[in-house]
């Protein structure tokens, strides 16, 4: 898959909502940086990481849902972050709405999908992931965790990012009804 990657960025989702306004972009097109300044989440929240050491990056897909199914798009993402959480171990998983990924009752991923509609049309969406791979330290974040922190070893970021876009891949092709089915399974009731 086509990407680009930077060393430093403000935000990844900031970038991609510019970038696809001047080139014509494939499904699954990403954008990865080692730190983001101003990395972003739901509502005026921000996403903290230290360099190098987490997934910070955002996705580009025309959605073939209808504009009424753009939950599904977002149970996606969300299912694709718990298989390569079980991929790599790590157990106690929960999906919090409506953005959050917990393992063992913290935060160890966010999502921010952001959605460009034209009426009933569904133009794009930039599919901004935070994942906390080898982080340990989360300073003002006591609710937070990682990967490491949960298993104990340090995770080669490359390989669980194509884990996630391979999972993505294959729940973008799965019925819409089938993906509800197996979220709900996920969420933290």
Same mark, same amino acid.
């Given at each position: 898959?086509? #990407?680009? $990657?930077?060393?430093?960025?403000? !935000?990844?989702?900031?970038?991609?909502? !510019?970038? +696809?306004?001047?080139?014509?972009?494939?499904?699954?097109?990403?954008?990865?940086?080692?730190?983001?300044?101003?990395?972003?989440? =739901?509502?005026?929240?921000? /996403?903290?990481?230290? +360099? +190098? $050491?987490?997934?910070?990056?955002?996705?580009?897909?025309?959605?073939?849902?209808?504009?009424?199914?753009?939950?599904?798009?977002? =149970?996606?993402?969300?299912?694709?972050?718990?298989?390569?959480?079980?991929?790599?171990?790590?157990?106690?998983?929960?999906?919090?709405?409506?953005?959050?990924?917990?393992?063992?009752?913290?935060?160890?991923?966010?999502?921010?999908?952001?959605?460009?509609?034209?009426? $009933?049309? /569904?133009?794009?969406?930039?599919?901004?992931?935070?994942?906390?791979?080898?982080?340990?330290?989360?300073?003002?974040?006591?609710?937070?965790? !990682?990967?490491?922190?949960?298993?104990?070893?340090? &995770?080669?970021? $490359?390989?669980?990012?194509?884990?996630?876009?391979?999972?993505?891949? &294959?729940? #973008?092709?799965?019925?819409?009804?089938?993906?509800?089915?197996? &979220?709900?399974? /996920?969420?933290?009731?």
């Amino acid at each position: 898959m086509p #990407y680009i $990657k930077f060393d430093t960025i403000p !935000s990844t989702n900031d970038f991609l909502k !510019s970038y +696809c306004k001047t080139q014509e972009l494939p499904d699954f097109f990403y954008v990865i940086a080692d730190h983001q300044s101003k990395g972003r989440g =739901q509502h005026a929240n921000t /996403w903290e990481s230290d +360099c +190098c $050491k987490n997934i910070l990056l955002s996705i580009y897909l025309k959605p073939y849902l209808s504009v009424t199914e753009q939950n599904i798009l977002s =149970q996606m993402v969300a299912l694709s972050l718990v298989k390569v959480l079980q991929k790599f171990n790590i157990s106690d998983i929960k999906i919090k709405l409506p953005n959050d990924i917990l393992a063992d009752g913290k935060k160890i991923a966010g999502v921010l999908i952001e959605n460009k509609i034209n009426g $009933k049309n /569904w133009i794009q969406s930039i599919i901004g992931i935070g994942l906390n791979v080898n982080q340990t330290n989360f300073k003002n974040l006591p609710m937070a965790t !990682s990967m490491k922190t949960l298993v104990g070893q340090d &995770f080669e970021i $490359k390989q669980i990012v194509d884990y996630l876009l391979g999972q993505l891949q &294959f729940y #973008y092709k799965v019925a819409p009804e089938q993906v509800s089915k197996e &979220f709900n399974k /996920w969420l933290n009731k």
